[in-house]
C-alpha cells in the first residue's frame, strides 16, 4: 500500500544529476500508523485507515482514544483511509514511513485549497470585466448580465459569479516524487500542493499514471 498522511512544509527548489534545477515542495510525511483496517466481508469495502501527528490525549475525544487504544497507539490527531483492492501483509499498529515512495512515483496530493473569503466574478472565475469607457464609472469589474428576463426570468443554478472562494478539497494528480529523505520524513514533490504552509495532506499513488 503506497499512501501517507503529512504536513506540507513549503516550496524549495532541488538540483538533479545534470545541474537542472527542480521547483518542488517539501512535504513532512509520517511516520503513520496503521491504526485500522477495513475488509470488505465485514466493512464493505477495503481500506487502510491511517493516523498521523502526535498530540495530547486531552486534545482527542473519549471514542478517538479508545480506537487508538486497541492497538496500544499515541494519541493521534489526524485519521485518513485509502482505498486498497487489497491490505496485503500490513497489520494494525504497523509504522509507515516515506520509505513507501521512491524518486520517479507517480503520486496524487489532497489537501484543503487556501480561504479567499468572498470575492467577485473577475477574481474567483477570470471574467474581464466591463468596457472602461461608454459612461461606465462603477462597472468596470462587475460580471455583466447573469441572463434574461421573462425566459427564464430567473439565474440559473450553477452560474458563475461572485461568491465564497477557496477553502474546498483540492487534489493535484500525478505529481512526481523528486526526493525522499528517510532521516528527516521528508518527500519532495514537483509542482506546487493546494493548502498553506502547515496544512494537513494526503499522499496517494497516482490513478492516471
Given at each position: 500500500m503506497?499512501?501517507?498522511?503529512g504536513k506540507?512544509?513549503g ?12 521547483p518542488?515542495t517539501?512535504?513532512e510525511?509520517g ?7 477495513r ?6 469495502y477495503?481500506?487502510v485507515?491511517l493516523?498521523?501527528?502526535?498530540g495530547?490525549?486531552k ?7 479508545g480506537?487508538l487504544?486497541r492497538?496500544d497507539l499515541p ?10 483492492k487489497s ?6 499498529g ?28 473577475m477574481?474567483?472565475?477570470?471574467f474581464?470585466?466591463?468596457p ?5 464609472s ?6 455583466g ?9 430567473r ?13 474546498a ?6 505529481l512526481?516524487?523528486q ?11 514537483v ?5 498553506a504552509?502547515?496544512a ?6 497516482a490513478?492516471?499514471?
Amino acid at each position: 500500500m503506497k499512501g501517507l498522511i503529512g504536513k506540507k512544509l513549503g516550496m524549495t527548489q532541488v538540483f538533479d544529476e545534470a545541474g537542472a534545477a527542480h521547483p518542488v515542495t517539501l512535504i513532512e510525511a509520517g511516520p503513520c500508523f496503521v491504526t485500522q483496517i477495513r475488509r470488505a466481508d465485514r466493512d464493505g469495502y477495503q481500506a487502510v485507515q491511517l493516523g498521523f501527528g502526535e498530540g495530547r490525549a486531552k486534545q482527542l475525544t473519549g471514542g478517538r482514544l479508545g480506537h487508538l487504544k486497541r492497538n496500544d497507539l499515541p494519541a493521534l490527531r489526524f485519521l485518513r483511509e485509502f482505498r486498497v483492492k487489497s491490505a496485503g501483509e500490513v497489520k494494525e499498529g504497523d509504522r509507515v514511513t516515506v520509505d513507501v515512495f521512491v524518486p520517479g512515483d507517480r503520486v496524487d496530493v489532497v489537501s484543503t485549497s487556501k480561504g479567499k473569503g468572498f470575492q467577485g466574478g473577475m477574481r474567483r472565475h477570470g471574467f474581464h470585466g466591463g468596457p472602461m469607457t461608454h459612461g461606465q464609472s462603477d462597472r468596470q469589474r462587475s460580471p455583466g448580465s447573469r441572463s434574461s428576463t421573462t425566459t427564464p426570468g430567473r439565474v440559473y443554478k450553477g452560474s458563475r459569479g461572485p461568491g465564497h472562494m477557496g477553502d474546498a478539497r483540492v487534489t493535484s494528480q500525478n505529481l512526481r516524487v523528486q526526493l525522499v529523505d528517510a532521516e528527516r520524513n521528508l518527500i519532495g514533490v514537483v509542482g506546487s500542493v493546494p493548502g498553506a504552509r502547515g496544512a494537513v495532506v494526503v499522499l496517494k499513488e497516482a490513478r492516471k499514471q
